[in-house]
């Protein structure tokens, strides 16, 4: 199996041309020639990832956030993503992402998250021409008081805690969801005729919401953390015998609540 073969599934649901012109999605670490016997699935590309994948005996590992977004002007132990570059190139293991091009299709970041909360006829929220773009909006089955639409999205989605603006006085019927950080569609949302707008990393100031409209920030690990589950299928469902799993010791949220 090469390295390629294994971005080429991915690609085919998530194309690189989809990627905003900031990101750096793709190969990072090697490229596409690398022969690969076994995939590792993580959040974000730490040295403890790398690790876990010399570890587990998988020399590609491919990760939602990029390792590397702009330039390094030196790479060096000093540095987390110095140690990173260093362990994967020690341990010849293969660095690719899929990122905010997983972000714009339907099956990725916020339509999985919208699956989780049960949503219906979902559809993109802000979709270009061809029908991708960032954020998806939904309906619930049956409408939903907001203190217990709050409820259920915590035991869902393994919240611990949830942001939220003032509570409507109606109950919620449609919702908005964009993994990540969503500050750039709240107002998508409020003119699509969200209830609510299920998103992360909702500064101070935007929780003066949009009249009728309550905003929840889940936390951006959070918002986005279950597309690594949907990575690894997606490779297990084109080689079932492939040795591809998600990372259990080294997927860690940055983030800590008190």
Aim: glycine share 10%; charged share 20%.
């Amino acid at each position: 199996m090469r390295a390629s073969d294994i971005a080429a599934v991915i690609e085919e649901l998530a194309p690189l041309r989809l990627q905003e012109p900031w990101d750096n999605s793709g190969f990072c670490i090697g490229d596409g020639s690398a022969s690969v016997r076994g995939v590792l699935v993580g959040f974000d590309c730490t040295p403890e990832l790398i690790d876990e994948a010399r570890i587990s005996g998988a020399d590609m590992v491919i990760t939602h956030h990029p390792l590397i977004f702009g330039g390094i002007k030196k790479i060096s132990e000093a540095t987390m993503t110095g140690r990173t570059v260093i362990a994967a190139i020690r341990h010849n293991i293969t660095v690719y992402s899929c990122h905010t091009n997983m972000d714009k299709v339907l099956r990725g970041v916020s339509g999985t998250a919208a699956g989780w909360l049960g949503l219906r006829d979902v559809r993109v929220l802000d979709m270009d021409e061809d029908g991708n773009g960032l954020g998806v909006i939904g309906t619930l089955p049956d409408p939903m008081a907001p203190k217990d639409f709050l409820r259920g999205m915590k035991a869902a989605l393994g919240l611990s805690t949830v942001r939220h603006s003032q509570l409507p006085r109606t109950p919620l019927r449609t919702v908005a969801v964009c993994g990540g950080s969503g500050r750039s569609l709240i107002s998508k949302a409020s003119a699509a005729g969200a209830d609510v707008y299920v998103s992360a990393d909702i500064p101070y100031h935007d929780f003066y919401a949009p009249d009728g409209m309550m905003i929840a920030d889940i936390g951006h690990f959070e918002s986005e953390s279950k597309i690594m589950d949907v990575i690894c299928g997606i490779v297990r469902e084109k080689f079932p015998n492939f040795a591809v799993r998600t990372a259990v010791r080294s997927t860690v949220n940055p983030v800590y609540y008190f």
